[in-house]
């Protein structure tokens, strides 16, 4: 009856023996196999970096995606951003930027959105001055198209200098200027103004 455990634990220790041999060798030849189908690395593959031209940054610095929010006396959120900014030319010029979009939120809700190829920040007189063609977009409705818009950044004050084209509800208004404005007093109303000779060709709705 002595005689089967001793079986046993003899199988047992073999079998152990075995496992410390075969288990070893079975990783390695897993690792060699792994090295063996293991893609070669290729030194053209690495992560391209963007090609700039350190002369030319450091003769014209400048600054991608530029950002610009400030909240107005009355209360309206101005947003402005661009494509690319440059630093002023000369003191107190301001700094100029490249395809800008601006946003005007005001208290009561409505929206107004600005997009300009270009403009720049008047520090001395509180103003953004945007150029390169200027397309405004209300909430109310209307799309007023310019050459030029001068907005503060103080007050709620956007105006457009010169001949302007709006599309809105009423119809095709053409005029000589336009203002966006808030009347006065905390309770003023905000006022789109087409001024000079004004024109409507009026399109009712269908």
């Excluded at 000589?176 to 000779?197: I, P, Q, W």
């Amino acid at each position: 009856m002595s005689r089967v455990p001793m079986i046993e634990t003899d199988i047992h220790s073999r079998l152990i023996g075995w496992l410390k041999i075969v288990l070893p060798l079975l990783a390695l030849v897993i690792l060699s196999t792994l090295f063996l189908v293991a893609r070669t690395i290729n030194p053209d593959d690495a992560i391209p970096y963007a090609e700039v031209d350190v002369e030319e940054r450091l003769r014209e610095p400048r600054m991608t995606a530029p950002n610009y929010a400030g909240l107005t006396n009355d209360g309206a959120a101005l947003t402005v951003t661009g494509d690319e900014a440059r630093p002023a030319v000369t003191d107190g010029a301001g700094a100029s930027a490249t395809v800008l979009n601006g946003v005007l939120e005001t208290p009561d809700g409505a929206r107004t959105e600005l997009e300009a190829g270009a403009g720049r920040i008047d520090p001395a007189a509180r103003q953004i001055l945007l150029s390169g063609g200027v397309t405004v977009t209300s909430s109310s409705g209307w799309q007023v198209q310019g050459d030029t818009l001068t907005a503060a950044m103080d007050v709620t004050d956007i105006l457009l200098p010169t001949d302007v084209t709006a599309t809105g509800p009423a119809g095709v208004v053409t005029a000589d200027s336009m203002r966006l404005t808030k009347e006065a007093g905390a309770d003023g109303n905000y006022l789109l103004v087409f001024n000079g000779t004004v024109k409507l060709i009026y399109q009712p709705a269908n």
